[in-house]
């Protein structure tokens, strides 16, 4: 039972690596975005990249587009945040669970 414990515990690690890496690319992608909405804002003139080519387009809708992209990635990140942070109540009560087994079979021998 304690074995099957474990491997759940490493699985619960391996999710946590998962949505770390995520995390990282969202967070890196936002600041991309925050970047663009700064330049954007004060631009006269933006283009978009469609495919292989550069096409003019207004600022406005530039950067309204951008901040959409941004607003849903930082959902996004809201939600892996409360997806880590259920792993990691699961894996604390999981690692108590095989301490107290652990502890339970040596005060047996």
Not at 34 to 48: D, N
Not at 91 to 106: C, E, F, I, P, T
């Amino acid at each position: 039972m304690t074995e099957e414990k474990m491997r759940q515990l490493q699985l619960y690690e391996q999710s946590l690596q998962t949505l770390l890496a995520q995390k990282q690319q969202f967070q890196a992608q936002i600041a991309e975005f925050e970047s663009a909405i700064g330049e954007l804002g004060s631009a006269t003139e933006s283009y978009r990249i469609i495919g292989n080519i550069m096409v003019k387009a207004d600022p406005k809708k530039v950067l309204s587009d951008v901040e959409e992209k941004r607003s849903a990635l930082v959902m996004r990140l809201k939600a892996i945040d409360r997806q880590e942070d259920a792993i990691k109540d699961k894996a604390k009560g999981l690692r108590q669970q095989v301490l107290a087994g652990m502890n339970h079979d040596q005060a047996s021998e």
